[in-house]
C-alpha cells in the first residue's frame, strides 16, 4: 500500500481545460500516478460583460466531483490548487470558487498571470533538458505566458490576455478557416506581442520550448508526417494553408491530430505563427512539464540540478541497478571516438549528448533478462518518463540501445525524427564499437585507438600487436565489420606499423 504522506497533487483550473496530476515523491523524484483532464471551456462561458455562464460553472463543478474523490487519498498540505486567466478575469468568480471549493474541501489560489509564467518555467526547468537560455511559451485557453531565463532562474514573466478559447470565439466563430480570418487573429496576436517583443529579445534564448496543448498537437502532427521534431514558421505556414484548404473546422483533418484538439488548433495556431514573427523565433522543440509540474515541484523543494538528464540517467541507473562504471566507460569511450573525428564527422553538442545518454543506459535491458537485452532495453527507455528527453530523443535513444549489437535495424534508425538520419548512423556505429572495446568492463585493457573517416568509411587504426593479444575482442571486432558492411557502411580495422 502507498504510503499516503509521499502522494501529491496539483489541479489548474485552466481557461479551456481542467486538469489534475497526481505522483508520488520517491528518492529525490517524481513518479507519476494520474494525469486528469477534462475539456471545460471555462472561457467560452464568458459573456461580453466577463460574467460567467452558470452552464460554464456547472460544467467546473461537474469536473471537480471527479477530481474530489482521488483528492481523498492525498494530504491537503500536499494539494495544491490554481485557476487562471478565465477566473482571473470574470466578474462572478466568488460565486464560482466559493462551490468549487465546497467540492474539494481545499483552498483555490487564483493567480496572477506572472505567478502562473514562474509557475511554468519552474515546471519547464525541472523537466527539460539542457543548462542554455530559453524562451518559454505557454498558449492557453485564455492567456498566453512568456518566460525567459537561465536554468531554473527565470529573468523575465508576462501574461498577455489572448488564448486560444477567446481567439476561437472572436476570430473563428463562424467556424470557416479563411486567410481573411487567420490574418485578423493574427494581427491582433501580433499587436499584443509587439509592445514586449523587444525587452524579450533584448533577454536574448539559446533554446525555445512551447508547454501549451498547441504544441503538443504540433508535434503529434509532425510524428504522423515522418518530420523532425523541431517546429519552425514553415512548418506553421503549411499547417495554415492547410487549415484554409479544409475550409470549416469541422471538415479539418490533419494526421496525427485528435477531434479533442481540433477545435481550438487554428486559433491556437494563429498565435503561435505571430509568436514566431514578432519575436524571430527560429525553432521550438515541446517542453517536458509546465504548470502544474511546476506546482508540484514546488511543494516538494526539490532542487533545480543544473542537468536534468543527469538526473534522470542516475534515477534509472539506481531503479534498475545498472553498472554505473560500465555506462560510463562506454559513454566516455563513445565520445572519445566522436571527438576524434570531429573534422570528418561534425556532429553537434545535442548528438554528443544523446551518445553520451545511450552509452550510460545500453545495459539497462539486463534488468529484465540477458536474452533479448537489447530489445529489453529499447522497450524500457521508450516507456519510460526520461524528464529531459524530448519524444524525439527518448525514441532515438530507444533505437540506439536496440541496434547495440548484432544485425541492424536500418528502418528504424531512418524513421526517427530527433536528428538527421546520417547523424543518427553514425551515433549508432560508435556506440556499438564502444561496447565492443569496453566488453572487459576494465580501463587498462582500452587500447590507444586512432579514428579518422573517409566519407562513410570508418578507420579504426590499433597498437601494433593489439589484435592478436585480443583474440576475442579482434573476432568481435571482424564480425561488427562485417554487420556494418551490410548496412554499407565500410569499417576498415588496422595495425600500426611495429
Known sequence: MLNASSLYAAIDLGSNSFHMLVVRESAGSIQTLARIKRKVRLAAGLDRYNRLSQEAMQRGWQCLRLFSERLQDIPQTQTRVVATATLRLTTNADEFLAQAQQILGLPIQVISGEEEARLIYQGVAHTTGGPEQRLVVDIGG????????????????????????TWLGRYFSDRTLTAENFARAEQAAGDMIRPVAAQLRAR??????GASGTVQALQEIMVAAGMDEHITLDKLCALKEHAIVCHKLEELEIDGLTLERALVFPSGLSILLAIFQELGIQSMTLAGGALREGLVYGMLHLPVEQDIRQRTLLNLQRRYLLDGEQGQRVSTLANNFLHQLVQDWPLDHRCCELLHSAGFLHEIGLAIDFRNAPQHAAYLIRNSDLPGFT????????????????????????????????PAQRLCRLLRLAIIFASRRRDDTLPDSIFRADGDTLHIQLPAGWLAAHPLCAEALEQESRWQGYAHWPLVIEEATP
Not at 536574448?204 to 520550448?209: R, S
Not at 549489437?405 to 524513421?415: E, F, I, V, Y
Open 391 to 422: 519524444p524525439a530523443q527518448k525514441k532515438l535513444l530507444a533505437i540506439l540501445v536496440l541496434n547495440q549489437s548484432g544485425a541492424l535495424d536500418l528502418q528504424s534508425l531512418n524513421q526517427q525524427n530527433a536528428v538527421p538520419v546520417l
Open 204 to 209: 536574448g534564448w539559446q533554446v525555445c520550448v
Open 142 to 165: 485564455g492567456s498566453t505566458e512568456l518566460a525567459t531565463g537561465t536554468a531554473a532562474q527565470a529573468t523575465q514573466l508576462l501574461s498577455l490576455p489572448m488564448g486560444c478559447v
